[in-house]
């Protein structure tokens, strides 16, 4: 940094890593936790060049689940790879007296982070949302990741709520998935946040621009290039981790356009043998025929793509 920069960094490595997913929860064909397969795939995620998981953020269907089944997947979780890991749960609400219940559970399992999305639905004020993160912080212990994604809460987090909130000792991250550059840049540039790309297609141009790492959900499929992206645009190699970006568009396609990411993500872990099932809770049903076949066809059109496939 030099003199002149208006802040310092704090630190020169990420507080949870570079590569993380936002697991899924494996169910069983009946629809319950399968302890076994939620471990197993921790473990997968971790032996594949993985830092973190994110356990019960949207694509984990917290949502669909009881606050005990969220601590039994903490608890699961931190258990199987916490030594190898940051486990960071996710505990937001749009209900800040419900996020700080599921806070206490996570901090009681010992996790490393706490993702706290936006409130979504109620839509409060910029006052509102600043007051609910703030609420949070002072109450825990543990690092907190916001997680910013207008696109399913209905609001962004501004650049001066941003501000604000940097200087808690607790706040420490963000997972943004708004893919607004001109303000994401205005916060680098003006507080030590550290970035997380919250879009699986927008890893290198974020990495580009300053973001540490990646929180993704197509990186449960290929987590093997999304390291060596992450790895090669950080040592300044840009032809490899263009052609990186490129070799994982059809990837990226597959999860995240076809269907909700959680059920992309289980189809295609079970056409890799990583899943039994694709069980996922209502309102998401599994991919119909035509979906799938779409997924497939995506995967199936590049060479790479399709070497993921059993």
Not at 132 to 160: C, N, Q, W
């Amino acid at each position: 940094m030099s003199e002149t920069s208006p802040h310092t960094v704090k630190a020169t490595e990420p507080v949870f890593g570079r590569l993380l997913t936002a697991m899924v929860t494996p169910f069983t064909a009946n629809g319950e936790i399968d302890e076994a397969a939620t471990a197993g795939l921790a473990q997968n995620l971790v032996d594949r060049g993985h830092d973190g998981l994110i356990v019960c953020g949207t694509t984990g269907e917290y949502s669909t689940m009881t606050d005990e089944e969220n601590e039994r997947v903490f608890r699961i979780v931190k258990e199987a790879v916490g030594e190898r890991a940051k486990i960071v749960a996710g505990v937001g609400s749009n209900d800040t007296a419900h996020t700080l219940h599921l806070a206490s559970r996570a901090e009681a399992v010992g996790v490393d982070g706490l993702l706290v999305v936006t409130p979504y639905y109620n839509k409060p004020t910029q006052t509102g949302l600043e007051a609910h993160f703030r609420t949070l912080a002072d109450a825990v212990k543990t690092p907190v990741m916001l997680y910013d994604i207008p696109g399913r809460a209905g609001i962004a987090i501004s650049p001066e709520v941003y501000r604000a909130l940097a200087s808690h000792e607790n706040i420490v991250a963000v997972k943004d998935a708004k893919a607004d550059f001109t303000a994401a840049t205005e916060v680098m540039e003006t507080t030590d946040l550290q970035y997380y790309s919250g879009d699986d297609g927008l890893t290198l141009p974020w990495i580009a621009m300053g973001a540490v790492g990646l929180v993704g959900v197509t990186s449960h499929l290929a987590p093997e290039l999304f390291r060596k992206l992450i790895d090669s645009a950080l040592a300044g190699d840009l032809a490899t981790a263009q052609q990186i970006h490129l070799d994982l568009a059809p990837i990226v396609r597959a999860a995240m356009s076809r269907v909700p990411g959680c059920v992309a993500a289980k189809q295609i872990l079970q056409w890799q043998g990583l899943l039994e099932t694709k069980t996922v809770r209502l309102p998401h049903a599994v991919a119909t025929e035509a979906e799938a076949a779409l997924m497939r066809a995506d995967l199936e059109g590049s060479v790479i793509a399709s070497s993921l496939l059993k």
